[in-house]
């Protein structure tokens, strides 16, 4: 049974985070979803401080009926004594969106159907995950741990031979990026959301480079496939398909844009690349460079 599942399903990236931050400011949260309340405690029971984070938990089976209809929004508002006008809701589906504008309440979309956020826009704002939540936008206390631009994050590591990419980096942006295959990364793509982060590159025969990287659909060019695209911020005499790259993932600078112009695309791309490099002079991230992964090989 899928329920036997459960245990492995990974929170949402920077739900946790949100959670902790909420809860530290003792701001009232509450879980609203049209699963039965048994399978909703059953699932949040994996996930450490999340029960005790949530003033109320209500399931479909507690109410008529479930999302479109605003009906367990405003449960959850009679609940909590509030008016439904003062919530804010954190949706990643169309009914539950549809379900908090019915109820009045304020809408932020966390789209969970990829490359299609123009089907959200009944929300009052679409994000690409909750990296890039800005909670004083709802009048809730900012996060406090970004540093110089960007959000650091739990490091992770992927790494495998250079391929070549679509051609386009170093003949259409000029700049040139060491792609790796996504085959055998799809759950640890799935994982991460499409956006600009940072960290570290390793070359067995060369060294270790500050990085730049993007991940996602890249909406300019209408990719098909989400790609994996470092860019090592050093200059290099050669190519080097086919030699091992291992990388170290640090931070998070942007979510995944699209750009009116090509010009805007590239000027956008080399501030992300300042905004790396001298996040990557803080002791904070500069640590990492002396990571074990980045100097071995498969």
Same mark, same amino acid.
């Given at each position: 049974?899928?329920?036997?599942?459960?245990?492995?399903?990974?929170?949402? @990236?920077?739900?946790?985070?949100?959670?902790?931050?909420?809860?530290?400011?003792? !701001? $009232?949260?509450?879980?609203?979803?049209?699963?039965?309340? +048994?399978?909703? +405690?059953?699932?949040?029971?994996?996930?450490?401080?999340?029960? &005790?984070?949530?003033?109320?938990? =209500?399931?479909?089976?507690? !109410?008529?009926?479930?999302? @479109?209809?605003?009906? =367990?929004?405003? &449960?959850?508002?009679?609940?909590?004594?509030?008016?439904?006008?003062?919530?804010?809701?954190?949706?990643?589906?169309?009914?539950?969106?549809?379900?908090?504008?019915?109820?009045?309440?304020? !809408?932020?979309?966390?789209?969970? =159907?990829?490359?299609?956020?123009?089907?959200? /826009?009944?929300?009052?704002?679409?994000?690409?995950?909750?990296?890039?939540?800005?909670?004083?936008?709802?009048?809730?206390?900012?996060?406090?741990?970004?540093?110089?631009?960007?959000?650091?994050?739990?490091?992770?590591?992927?790494?495998?031979?250079?391929?070549?990419?679509?051609?386009?980096?170093?003949?259409?942006?000029?700049?040139?990026?060491?792609?790796?295959?996504?085959?055998?990364?799809?759950?640890?793509?799935?994982?991460?959301?499409?956006?600009?982060?940072?960290?570290?590159?390793?070359?067995?025969?060369?060294?270790?480079?500050?990085?730049?990287?993007?991940?996602?659909?890249?909406?300019?060019?209408?990719? /098909? &496939?989400?790609?994996?695209?470092?860019?090592?911020?050093?200059?290099?005499?050669?190519?080097?398909?086919?030699?091992?790259?291992?990388? =170290?993932?640090?931070?998070?600078?942007?979510?995944?844009?699209?750009?009116?112009?090509?010009?805007?695309?590239?000027?956008?791309?080399?501030?992300?690349?300042?905004?790396?490099? &001298?996040?990557?002079?803080? $002791?904070?991230?500069?640590?990492?460079?002396?990571?074990?992964?980045?100097?071995?090989?498969?």
């Amino acid at each position: 049974m899928f329920s036997n599942q459960w245990c492995n399903i990974k929170a949402l @990236p920077g739900a946790n985070r949100l959670i902790k931050h909420l809860s530290g400011h003792r !701001v $009232p949260m509450a879980l609203a979803s049209n699963s039965p309340r +048994e399978n909703i +405690e059953t699932k949040i029971s994996y996930h450490q401080g999340w029960k &005790e984070s949530f003033s109320v938990i =209500i399931g479909g089976d507690e !109410v008529r009926l479930g999302k @479109p209809s605003p009906e =367990i929004f405003l &449960e959850v508002a009679k609940r909590l004594n509030v008016d439904p006008s003062s919530c804010l809701v954190i949706e990643d589906s169309l009914p539950g969106v549809t379900a908090g504008r019915a109820a009045g309440m304020e !809408v932020v979309a966390v789209p969970s =159907i990829p490359k299609q956020p123009h089907l959200y /826009t009944l929300a009052d704002e679409v994000i690409n995950s909750l990296l890039d939540l800005r909670p004083e936008k709802w009048g809730l206390p900012p996060f406090q741990d970004w540093i110089k631009d960007t959000l650091p994050l739990e490091p992770w590591h992927i790494g495998g031979p250079v391929v070549k990419g679509f051609g386009r980096g170093s003949k259409v942006l000029g700049i040139p990026t060491a792609n790796l295959s996504t085959e055998g990364y799809g759950s640890l793509l799935s994982e991460h959301p499409s956006g600009v982060y940072f960290g570290w590159a390793g070359l067995s025969k060369r060294g270790v480079f500050k990085m730049v990287m993007s991940i996602g659909w890249n909406p300019y060019f209408n990719n /098909t &496939e989400k790609t994996i695209e470092p860019w090592l911020l050093h200059n290099f005499d050669e190519d080097f398909y086919g030699e091992e790259l291992r990388l =170290i993932i640090v931070g998070y600078i942007r979510p995944e844009a699209n750009f009116s112009s090509l010009q805007s695309l590239i000027e956008k791309i080399h501030h992300d690349r300042k905004v790396a490099e &001298e996040a990557l002079d803080l $002791p904070l991230f500069s640590k990492y460079k002396d990571d074990p992964y980045l100097k071995s090989s498969t």
